[in-house]
């Protein structure tokens, strides 16, 4: 059976991502902080699925994942987080940690993972970033700009990667039921309305990974807010932006 790693697979779209691949037919290996959660998830999923608990916060995790895994044919990461709250009044720790899950982690995965793919000629990665990494967001600052390089990072090897066998998509999705509202402070900001369930936007994502997709924007509605950064004068893009997120 191919195996499948998935980052943050304790809750919301990674959860739903797990049950994609282990439908597939993939073995998943579900990651992330909490225990419980895995193992509620893994029983759910049966001899399929096994449990593997780490911190991407911590600078050596990517490594030990890795050594505890050893090569797999899928990476999901999907694990990250974010805070909205002015730049300047939110916590350094707390940024550094974000750019350490958001970016150093999986980049780090990434560039682990993928020798073994390119050598047997077959592997597929996939990168979940968000419809806010294709513009800069007020109140967002950090964590758009960190979707901002995941986009980036997936499209670009994507291109590099063509002819090999090995493939990297991008997930982009908008607002979405998950914890990630109330994790970051943005329960009733009108950006969070009329939200995808994590199971459609799941289902979205591993089909097109497993087609081998470049990108996946979810939504009609997110689809077309994608374009804006294309269209619009920049500074009326941003002031658009603040407005859908601060209201004012």
Avoid at 196 to 216: D, K, N
Wanted: proline share 4%.
């Amino acid at each position: 059976m191919p195996t499948a790693l998935i980052t943050g697979a304790s809750s919301g779209i990674g959860a739903d991502l797990a049950r994609e691949f282990a439908h597939a037919g993939y073995d998943v290996i579900l990651l992330a902080r909490r225990r419980d959660r895995l193992d509620t998830l893994a029983a759910e999923l049966g001899h399929t699925a096994r449990v593997l608990v780490a911190d991407l916060a911590a600078a050596d995790a990517p490594a030990q994942i890795f050594a505890a895994t050893g090569p797999v044919d899928l990476l999901v990461n999907n694990a990250g987080f974010g805070g909205y709250a002015a730049f300047a009044s939110q916590d350094i720790g707390a940024q550094a940690a974000m750019i350490q899950v958001n970016i150093t982690a999986l980049t780090a995965l990434t560039r682990l993972y993928l020798p073994a793919m390119l050598e047997r000629r077959a592997g597929r990665v996939l990168n979940v970033a968000s419809i806010v990494g294709f513009m800069p967001c007020p109140g967002l600052a950090e964590y758009a700009a960190s979707k901002a390089y995941v986009l980036a990072l997936s499209e670009a090897l994507y291109a590099e990667l063509q002819g090999s066998g090995v493939t990297v998509t991008c997930l982009c999705p908008g607002a979405t039921e998950t914890e990630f509202a109330a994790i970051a402070g943005m329960r009733g900001k009108l950006a969070m309305r009329r939200p995808m369930s994590a199971a459609a936007v799941a289902q979205a994502g591993a089909r097109a990974t497993l087609a081998g997709q470049r990108l996946i924007v979810t939504g009609t509605q997110n689809q077309l807010t994608s374009l804006l950064p294309r269209l619009l004068p920049r500074g009326l893009l941003l002031r658009g932006v603040r407005k859908l997120l601060t209201g004012r």
